[in-house]
Structures are given as C-alpha cells and as structure tokens.
C-alpha cells in the first residue's frame, strides 16, 4: 500500500486526475470505477479540465460505479446513477451507453446484484477504482462486520452512514436503509484501487485502515491485501497516522517512472 500525504483535497483532487489520465493515454477504453460523495468531486473537476484543455481523450473511457441506494427511481436527483451522470459522465462527454451500474429499482435485487457483478467481469474487470472511506472505515457501502470476501450485494446502511449521506436530502427519513453496493471481494479485483480521503473527521478511519490490524471491523483495511492500493489524503486526514514522517519520505524519493 502506498500513502500519499498532500497538502488539501484540490491537490489529491489533481494527483489521481492525472493517474486517471495517464491511464487512459494507455488504455483509452478503460473501465474507471467511480465514487460517489462530496470527497472525490475536486477528482472529477481536475479530470473534466484536462478533457477540456484536450490533455487526455476520454471519448472511448468506460464508467461503472461502485454502489446504488435500493428503491430509488433513476431519475431521482440523489439515485446514484443520477449523481454519477450529473458530476462524471457529462462533464467528461461521455454518453449513457458508457455508463454502467446496478439496478436499484429491480424487484429481484439479489438477480440484480449477481447480474452487476458478472457485468463487471464481463467488461474485462475495473481498470482504477476511485474509493472514499467512512468514518467507520467503510468503502462502497460494506459497512463494519462486512466480510472481507463479499461480492456485490445488498447491505443495510448503519445509523451513522444514514445520518453522514443526510445531508444530500431533506431530511434523514429520506435517506434509504439499504444499498447494493459491490463486495469488498469484488472491490479487490480492480486493477488499481485509490482511496481519497480529506478532513480531520476521517483520520481515525484512515489510521485505522492503513496501519491497523487487517480486520473486517475496519473494512478499508483490506486495502492491506491489494497488490497496487494508493491511500491519497490531506494534511487533516493524515493527522493520526504515525508513520505520517516515513510516508512523505517515501513518497517524496519515489521514481517518477512508477507514476501513482
């Protein structure tokens, strides 16, 4: 696992837009993984800038995301599906037809989350996938207790999750109780995983995921088991790490050839 310690989230927001970019300069249909949340935004900004300024091609870019709320419409402004076209697809010029993720709205949502997982290996696997941590250390919606094998399913959103996405509606009744969200088994299959985190509110999460013992109370700590994870967070987020010091030295003497 790298960690890289940056000075704000427009930093981290620059660093893994240009990890994205170069991928697509050598891989121009890879399948980017995305996040949702007010984390990985400054990611999808830099991003949609270096396409404007025609520094990258995302024409034949695939898009697939990483988890779906159960029981709301597409066309549902908070629907993940929604979000994802609003703040991804469309600033990047993509067309739905590029778009891919699970449906919330299935009456058979376990058929759904099975048909989800299979698309995704179909495709050919997930090149890079962007990921944000709870501040119970949770990624994608696998919320604390998950197992560490887990594929693509439905999960039951903790107190504390519903009361963090509160914010993104009127009011906590309108936060939905259950997810389909890809498995932390299903997660670890990415080629290349990135997790953002920023803010002071995530530092025990992240210490916890990074140099804490491998443990499915701490699902981001699975992280520990991928063969190329990056840990990209601030100054805030990285306040509770202890090898903060070594991180930035490591970094700091990396090869430029070895990219993020």
Known sequence: ???????????????????????????????????????????????????RAGEVDTSRARICQLDEYVGLPYGHPESYRSVVLREVVEPLGLTDEAFMGPDGT????????????????????????????????????????????????????????????????SGLDEVPHHVITQGIGTILEARHLVLLATG???ADAVALAVEGPLSALVPASALQLHPHATVVVDEAAASRLKLGDYFRATYAAKPAWQGL
């Open 1 to 51: 696992m790298e960690v890289v310690i940056v000075p704000d989230s427009a930093a981290g927001g620059d660093l893994i837009a240009e990890a994205m970019a170069d991928l697509l300069r050598r891989k121009p249909d890879a399948l980017l993984g995305v996040a949702t949340g007010s984390t990985p935004l400054p990611v999808y900004e830099a991003l949609a800038a270096k396409v």
């Open 106 to 169: 299935a009456e058979d949502v376990a058929a759904a989350c099975a048909d989800y997982d299979r698309a995704l290996a179909e495709a050919g696997g997930v090149d890079l996938q962007l990921l944000g941590i709870g501040t119970d250390g949770h990624i994608g919606f696998n919320e604390p207790c998950s197992s560490l094998a887990s594929r693509t399913r439905i999960k039951t959103l903790t107190q504390q999750t519903r009361q963090d996405n509160a914010r993104f509606f």
């Open 200 to 202: 002071e509110a995530k």
